[in-house]
């Protein structure tokens, strides 16, 4: 089921998601998006910014603090319906990194088709 947030003019800012590490509701746009894979030594944590990543994600805010709540609550495994301990090493970097959850440019152009798919081929006239 989705839900909206609602601002003070009734417009809506899109759908609402839980943090898994404070548990704080708060609009998607302002969370980053995680996945699990598998890796070659189990499951691994992705971060996924662009939310273009296949399976069951769990959204996080931004903040190393958020991160830590999640771990010491075991929060990743349970989110992610993933057996034993994730590895959020790649999480803790792109935290470190200070990218943002959704690239500024991945905002306007969620959702839209390809530019190429759109256009048809240019010929030149002469």
């Known amino acids: 089921m989705r839900t909206c947030v609602s601002g003070e003019r009734g417009e809506s800012r899109g759908p609402v998601r839980t943090c898994v590490g404070c548990r704080a509701r708060t609009s998607s746009s ?73 690239a500024a440019q991945d905002m306007t152009d969620a959702g839209s088709v390809p530019r190429q798919a759109t256009e048809g081929k240019q010929v030149d006239p002469s």
Do not use: I, M
């Open 30 to 102: 302002e969370l980053l998006r995680v996945v699990a894979k598998v890796g070659r030594a189990g499951p691994v944590a992705v971060p996924d910014p662009r939310r273009r990543q296949p399976g069951r994600g769990a959204w996080l805010h931004p903040d190393p603090a958020c991160l830590r709540l999640a771990e010491r609550r075991r929060a990743f495994p349970r989110a992610l319906r993933a057996p034993g301990a994730l590895d959020t090493s790649a999480v803790q970097a792109h935290l470190s990194a200070g990218q943002p959850p959704l």
